[in-house]
């Protein structure tokens, strides 16, 4: 995703989503996997957003947090994990009508 594109979503200017994903990679809360990406192919050569990864590990300090973790061993299961936490009404809410269907239905 741009810094253009998590700024608008954030609803934060671009340069202060830049210095938070900054902060977030000296934490080691999130890494890059791939930087400076260019498009395969011809035609327009601009370069293509940088690709993070999560690291999300946490230990889990009360038994009564275990039912509030969703862990998996898939790599790119976010649908899983929306699913997990959120119920289909707050989804259908949050999100936009399209995302919702594509979510519902490959969860089902």
């Known amino acids: 995703m741009p810094f253009k594109d998590i700024a608008t979503t954030t609803g934060l200017v671009e340069e202060?989503?830049?210095n938070q994903v900054n902060k977030l990679i000296d934490l080691g809360v999130i890494e890059v996997v791939e930087r400076n990406r260019i498009p395969k192919g011809k035609g327009l050569q601009r370069k293509l957003p940088n690709l993070y990864r999560l690291n999300i590990k946490m230990a889990v300090e009360r038994e009564s947090d275990e039912s509030k973790m969703f862990v998996t061993e898939q790599m790119n299961?976010?649908?899983?994990?929306?699913?997990?936490?959120?119920?289909?009404?707050?989804?259908?809410?949050?999100?936009p009508r399209k995302q919702y269907e594509s979510l519902v239905a490959l969860a089902s």
């Open 16 to 18: 202060t989503a830049r």
């Open 77 to 95: 299961n976010l649908k899983s994990c929306m699913m997990f936490y959120f119920t289909n009404r707050e989804l259908k809410k949050m999100l």
